[in-house]
Nanobody, 113 residues
Framework: QVQLVESGGGLVQPGGSLRLSCAAS????????VGWYRQAPGKERELVAS???????NYADSVKGRFTISRDNVKNTVYLQMNSLKPEDTAVYLC???????WGKGTLVTVSS
């Protein structure tokens, strides 16, 4: 079973930045498309960014130009650099490989003054 561990969340003021990390166990991570999702209280989980095994990226319109997804296949880690954060970015952020059903526990991002 693959394990995913998200980290890097916290409390940040509007306009601030955070960098999230998603570390995976096993050797299949590097061959998979990985997505960062988020779930705010009372809302459905949404995909905010994804990156293929060769580095092709896609973003939700709500984060385009502010968030950047990247990966280090040697470290089996995917990152989400979040800039110009807004209160509406507050959510639990989770990562997942598209081809497998495993989720991590997520990391909480709170954007508030």
């Amino acid at each position: 079973q693959v394990q995913l561990v998200e980290s890097g969340g916290g409390l940040v003021q509007p306009g601030g930045s955070l960098r999230l990390s998603c570390a995976a166990s096993g050797n299949i991570f590097r061959f998979n498309t990985v997505g960062w999702y988020r779930q705010a209280p009372g809302k459905e989980r949404e995909l905010v960014a994804s990156i293929t095994s060769v580095g092709t990226t896609n973003y939700a319109d709500s984060v385009k130009g502010r968030f950047t997804i990247s990966r280090d296949n040697v470290k089996n880690t995917v990152y989400l650099q979040m800039n110009s954060l807004k209160p509406e970015d507050t959510a639990v952020y989770l990562c997942k490989m598209f081809s497998l059903p495993y989720w991590g526990k997520g990391t909480l991002v709170t954007v508030s003054s």
